[in-house]
């Protein structure tokens, strides 16, 4: 079992920055790929960012590329999302989750087998 708290989201001006975490319970969170979504009022939820168990592989949707960086460090059970360049069109709340596998692409949410409870991200203009 993998248990996951999303922190880090608020309430910022467009062009700022903010750095969400995704913090893990379970020793074998490091054996895990994870992924960021985000959902915003009235939409589907969509991929933004995910992270191979290594840190080795990353992929991001093209909304986010050169803004957003996603990092790990395994050491402390911790995915980080560093949202540099906001619009407000990121307004949403964001969502990590968790699966054991990278081999499938990274954007399908049915593939992620552990679920935070997301943290809200408004971006005013």
């Known amino acids: 079992q993998v248990q996951l708290v999303e922190s880090g989201g608020g309430l910022v001006q467009a062009g700022d920055s903010l750095r969400l975490s995704c913090a893990a319970s379970?020793?074998?969170?490091?054996?895990?790929?994870v992924g960021w979504f985000r959902q915003a009022p009235g939409k589907e939820r969509e991929f933004v960012a995910a992270?191979?168990?290594?840190?080795?592989?990353?992929d991001y949707a093209d909304s986010v590329k050169g803004r957003f960086t996603i990092s790990r460090d395994n050491a402390k059970n911790t995915v980080y999302l560093q949202m540099n360049s906001l619009k407000p069109e990121d307004t949403a709340v964001y969502y990590c989750?968790?699966?054991?596998?990278?081999?499938?692409?990274?954007?399908?949410?049915?593939?992620?087998?552990?679920w935070g409870q997301g943290t809200q991200v408004t971006v005013s203009s």
């Open positions: 992270i191979s168990w290594s840190g080795g592989a990353t």
């Open positions: 989750a968790a699966r054991p596998s990278y081999r499938e692409p990274p954007e399908h949410p049915h593939t992620y087998n552990y």
């Open positions: 379970g020793r074998t969170f490091r054996n895990y790929a």
